[in-house]
């Protein structure tokens, strides 16, 4: 009998012993992870107090650079050549400014333009040879570069004609509900298997191109480093443009290397000196359908950039934090208009993937 109580309560014993040590051992990985949690908090706290720190280092160099030159921006300037890569008490930071004027801006659709005079005629010119032209319109030279940059990404039709994806961009952002010849508008949209609307505003982000009509994710990718969402009357660097945003503008290859060879050698203080680069001035030449539209490019076209992109990461421990933050610049003032800490930068073009990164 005593045999048996004494074998109940080595029982219990083991029982009570066990239930302690797994509350012990519960209790210290519950402090472990308390412990943990307070470092990646910690450590989240100091990526962004340095993601700040990037955000007023790049607003110093861009409220420089426009003290130094504020009539013209090009990729040979410092905030396009000081990408940055520092060492910081357990990790790293690295960030670069890009400028956004360089790709094509997707609410261009959505710009309205003042009306231009047809060019005056040449003289000596045979009038029965050059019959009066209707003036040409801006908005009608801006969705022709939106159709030529689709058609020189999207090789394979995956959106159907070129012209079809310019109407479906331009009924995202128009304010009405009329459809155009290739385009979609909130009834189609409300018949898909998640129903929504269409914006019917400007798109604020260039992911809202997921959401258009016939857009994967692949075709998105190839797309998304020639464009960006900025306010509708942005214009095209000249200076900065993609070989791609040139050829969409609607320079052939010989101009798009001309253009690109001479602002490589010497960039372009002004447009005069742009008009003036020979490839240029015979695509304008006289009496040729590029010279009747000369004043409609000259509303979209520029030398100077006003927005930016700082593109950045910092890695302290376990923890990461992704910067993506875009400024306006307005007479050599800088403000933040976006900011995303979230996101993985995007994808860059290839000219911003040459550039090379310092070390200070």
């Known amino acids: 009998m005593k045999s048996q109580q004494r074998g109940v309560a080595l029982i219990i014993a083991l029982v009570i012993t066990t239930v302690a040590v797994s509350m012990a051992s519960l209790a210290m990985y519950r402090q472990q992870l308390q412990i943990r949690l307070s470092g990646n908090l910690a450590n989240l706290e100091q990526t962004y107090q340095f993601a700040i720190g990037m955000e007023d280092w790049s607003k110093k160099i861009l409220e420089q650079d426009y003290k130094d030159n504020p009539n013209v921006d090009h990729e040979k300037e410092d905030w396009a050549t000081n990408a940055v890569t520092v060492p910081i008490d357990g990790g790293n930071l690295s960030g670069q400014l890009l400028g956004l004027q360089k790709r094509l801006n997707l609410n261009i659709l959505n710009a309205i333009y003042p009306k231009v005079k047809p060019p005056p005629k040449v003289e000596g010119q045979d009038p029965a040879k050059t019959p009066n032209q209707p003036v040409y319109k801006t908005e009608e030279l801006v969705y022709n570069y939106m159709v030529n940059l689709i058609k020189k990404i999207d090789t394979e ?15 995202w952002i128009d304010k ?37 009509k016939g857009m994967d994710k692949k075709l998105f990718k190839k797309l998304e480093p020639f464009v960006a969402s900025l306010p509708s009357d942005a214009k095209i660097n000249v200076n900065t443009a993609e070989k791609e945003v040139l050829a969409a503008i609607g320079f052939d290859s010989t101009t798009v290397e001309a253009i690109w060879n001479a602002r490589n050698a010497n960039p372009f203080e002004n447009m005069d000196a742009f008009w003036n680069v020979d490839a240029v001035n015979t695509f304008f030449a006289p009496n040729t359908i590029a010279a009747k539209r000369k004043a409609n490019y000259e509303q979209t076209l520029t030398t100077t950039t006003n927005y930016f992109l700082l593109q950045g990461k910092v890695n302290i421990n376990n923890a990461r934090l992704y910067i993506n933050t875009v400024f306006k610049r307005e007479k050599g003032k800088v403000h933040i208009i976006m900011r995303d800490y979230g996101k993985p930068p995007a994808p860059v073009s290839r000219s911003d993937q040459s550039e090379e990164s310092n070390t200070p």
Do not use: R, W
């Not at 009405?176 to 505003?201: C, F, L, R, W």
């Open 176 to 212: 009405d509900d009329d459809v155009k010849s290739g385009g979609a508008e909130s009834s189609y949209y409300q018949s898909q298997n998640v129903p929504y609307m269409t914006a019917n505003a400007s798109i604020n982000h260039t992911s809202e191109l997921l959401l258009l």
């Open 157 to 171: 039709q995956v959106l159907g004609s070129p012209e079809s994806f310019a109407d479906t961009l331009s009924d």
